[in-house]
């Protein structure tokens, strides 16, 4: 990637720090962020992320400043900040804020600074930048300067979206097979074709085949089935040597009236790996065959992940590459079949994003669309809300929430609740006023589970719903109606909604009585799938760990009744099932989850051949599917978040958790990008120690949790010096740690 099309601007601004000071010895200004946008990838703000005569413009009245700092050192802070702001650089470059000068502001805040200056003026190019103070007192230099634009109307809230971009690539490799040539472009995207061929006459033509998937032999299949891609196109050769664009036919469902359209400036793309050239006699340079691969602005940098177990190295690559190879229609969609916005596919494409680059604009535009756009199933509809507070979470920019509450407390569906505390989609309470609010356009919502269901699509046995039994008081659907309820509490408490806080509390705390009262079986100490069945699914059971409906005390049957069900759940059940077994601390169940070469595995999508996630397990499981579905991405966060254990505790990522379940594996190393920096976490087994290395962004603090079966009486050193544990929950627990880098060593017995 050229440095060129970075958006950080990369500093090398550092403190006149006393060189006997070891605990601050360095403290850089690293990236300015885009206003509001509060990104750090690898496109600029210093051109308004120019693409195709499109750019990035600012809508809102108090733009969301913000920069990233790097210490170089222990303890490293910013104790205070001073941005001005101006139309000419030359006043930047004296030190001069003729726009707005904040003067010197006591904070540590390095995200979500909010303009205070006079009102901005639309259609206007602004420049800023900051110097900060650290935890000494001592001032930094200015970092450089970065610059926006403001649109023609200015409002209190606007989402921000970045321009889709265009990355020209070229063969991974060529073959010929009589008089067909056969190139493979190593993975599949969604993109557009140029040709560069010549004719020495003007006669003959060229037919063009392309594809996802081949044959044995390598050649392209031609019917894969499904919503596999296949596409065929004939080209007349003109005299001499020209430049061939080959236009896609548009498909008539995924360009439909719910599907999200490509823009203009992009125009219709193909999701394809292979292509073959038949019939064309002329020579072929490396250039002359280019695949234009259309995605939103991603950092392939931003993350890593490496260990000592090769399947696993395998799926991250695949689940992380999805995640940008997805990004094509710039709103999250369901993949190529229907390029359609659904509330699941975007809530785990929103964990899988955050997970491996600090992009936050796509998901927070497919929440807003969805808010708008709302889709059939009663869970989807709540899952709004988590998305709002993972939004929250990970940003620390409650301006969303605010803007859009009204609508998120609609998401609730607190008309649905019934006496007993639950709620229900079959007791006659769906009322037109209820979908109106809820930005429905259908007549009633229906439940889900799981998908798809027996005998849809061809679906054989129990589809992916583990036999669920759907009754009256869906035990699923209320599990994540608690969810919603507690996450909304959180929500309403930081905005200052104290009555709304209060009630939202109130009423999570008696669905959870429910829980236990109506759904608890004593007996098989299992949750049943609902009031009058004594079935119980592993996605009743997964979806009540995850969301802590299960008391502590019953956690270790409900985990064995996950553990004997298998995957008995589709890809998108998968995000649940990982998170459930990683909260109750199973890391060998779960690394054997992520690890299993069975056909109900990610390991499978790419023994089928496919280089995106797929819709389903295998073609067999769900005989329509499509291979670019970001929602079997799952590893992409289960990894980072869960395995490595990496996650936040406070907005902003001000406090965050390191709890690693590594399972067998000898050695893992991830990089978490975050709004405040990279976390780096390295953790290796050998025969005398644990050995945790962990890098903390200025500005933030870990709590660091080691599994206890390491040493029952620990003997521990953190940069050589042995240090006194607590032990918690089973777990080794350190005091929060600061920004630094640490070396922790747990002596094994």
């Avoid at 032999?217 to 004939?234: C, H, M, Q």
């Avoid at 979806?543 to 409900?558: C, T």
């Avoid at 990089?671 to 050998?686: A, D, L, M, Q």
């Amino acid at each position: 990637m050229k440095k060129m099309l970075f958006l950080c601007v990369w500093l090398n601004i550092v403190f006149n720090v006393d060189a006997q000071d070891i605990r601050v010895s360095k403290l850089m200004v690293e990236h300015l962020y885009h206003p509001d946008l509060q990104v750090i990838n690898g496109y600029p703000a210093s051109d308004g992320n120019i693409q195709h005569g499109q750019h990035v413009r600012i809508a809102n009245k108090r733009p969301a400043l913000g920069w990233e700092l790097t210490g170089m050192g222990q303890g490293a802070n910013q104790s205070a900040y001073r941005i001005i702001m101006s139309g000419s650089r030359d006043s930047l470059i004296n030190g001069v804020g003729d726009v707005w000068d904040s003067g010197m502001v006591t904070s540590d805040e390095t995200t979500n600074v909010l303009y205070s200056g006079p009102p901005l003026k639309s259609n206007t190019y602004y420049l800023w930048r900051v110097m900060v103070w650290d935890g000494g007192g001592r001032p930094s230099p200015w970092s450089t300067i970065s610059r926006f634009w403001t649109a023609d109307a200015l409002v209190n809230y606007q989402t921000a979206f970045y321009p889709l971009l265009k990355t020209d690539e070229v063969p991974r490799q060529a073959t010929h097979a009589g008089s067909t040539m056969r190139i493979d472009f190593g993975r599949a995207a969604f993109g557009q074709l140029r040709l560069t061929l010549e004719s020495p006459n003007g006669a003959g033509a060229v037919v063009v085949r392309l594809g996802e998937a081949i044959h044995p032999d390598g050649s392209i299949n031609r019917k894969p089935g499904g919503s596999i891609r296949y596409a065929e196109y004939r080209i007349s050769l003109k005299k001499g040597r020209h430049i061939y664009h080959v236009q896609f036919r548009p498909n008539k469902r995924n360009t439909g009236s719910q599907a999200i359209k490509m823009p203009g400036y992009i125009g219709e793309v193909l999701p394809f790996r292979y292509v073959e050239l038949e019939g064309y006699q002329g020579n072929v340079k490396g250039t002359d065959i280019v695949r234009s691969t259309v995605h939103y602005p991603f950092n392939d940098a931003a993350s890593r992940f490496e260990s000592s177990d090769a399947v696993l190295n395998a799926v991250w690559e695949l689940s992380k590459y999805s995640v940008k190879a997805t990004s094509f229609a710039g709103i999250y969609v369901d993949g190529d079949r229907e390029r359609i916005p659904y509330e699941a596919d975007a809530y785990i494409n929103q964990l899988c994003h955050y997970s491996v680059d600090n992009e936050y604009s796509m998901a927070r535009r497919s929440h807003e669309y969805l808010l708008h756009h709302a889709t059939w199933p009663t869970e989807w509809i709540l899952q709004s809300v988590l998305m709002a507070y993972n939004d929250y979470l990970y940003t620390g920019d409650i301006r969303w929430v605010n803007h859009h509450y009204g609508d998120l407390r609609a998401k609730l569906l607190l008309p649905l609740r019934e006496a007993n505390g639950l709620i229900s989609t079959k007791s006659g309470k769906q009322t037109k006023a209820l979908m109106q609010a809820v930005h429905y356009p259908g007549d009633s919502l229906r439940d889900i589970v799981d998908w798809p269901h027996t005998g849809d699509f061809g679906m054989a046995g129990n589809g992916e719903t583990d036999g669920f039994v759907f009754t009256a008081y869906n035990a699923v659907v209320n599990a994540f109606h608690y969810k919603a309820l507690t996450d909304m509490a959180k929500l309403a408490g930081a905005l200052g909604r104290r009555d709304d806080a209060a009630l939202f509390s109130e009423k999570a705390a008696q669905t959870y009585q429910a829980f236990q009262s109506l759904l608890w079986d004593r007996s098989r100490r299992v949750f049943r799938d609902g009031v009058d069945t004594d079935h119980a699914a592993l996605h009743t059971n997964m979806m009540a760990l995850v969301f802590g409906l299960v008391p502590e005390e019953h956690k270790r049957a409900v985990m064995d009744f996950i553990r004997s069900r298998g995957m008995a759940c589709s890809v998108y059940g998968s995000q649940f099932l990982m998170d459930a077994t990683y909260e109750a601390g199973d890391g060998d169940y779960g690394l054997s989850l992520l690890t299993s070469q069975s056909d109900r595995s990610w390991y499978n999508m790419i023994r089928a051949g496919s280089t995106i996630t797929m819709e389903a397990w295998d073609n067999k499981y769900k005989p329509n599917q499509d291979w670019n579905h970001v929602w079997g991405a799952v590893p992409a966060n289960a990894i980072p978040r869960k395995l490595m254990g990496v996650e936040p505790l406070e907005p902003g990522w001000k406090l965050f958790r390191v709890r690693p379940q590594l399972g067998s594996l000898e050695w893992a190393t991830v990089n978490v990008p975050t709004i405040k920096g990279t976390v780096v976490v390295s953790c290796r087994r050998e025969k005398a120690a644990y050995t945790v290395e962990l890098s903390v962004p200025v500005n933030t603090k870990a709590v660091v949790e080691l599994p206890l079966e390491l040493a029952i009486e620990p003997n521990i050193t953190i940069n050589g010096e042995p240090v006194s544990t607590n032990i918690k929950d089973g777990r080794i627990q350190f005091p929060p740690f600061v920004a630094g880098t640490y070396k922790l060593v747990v002596a094994l017995p």
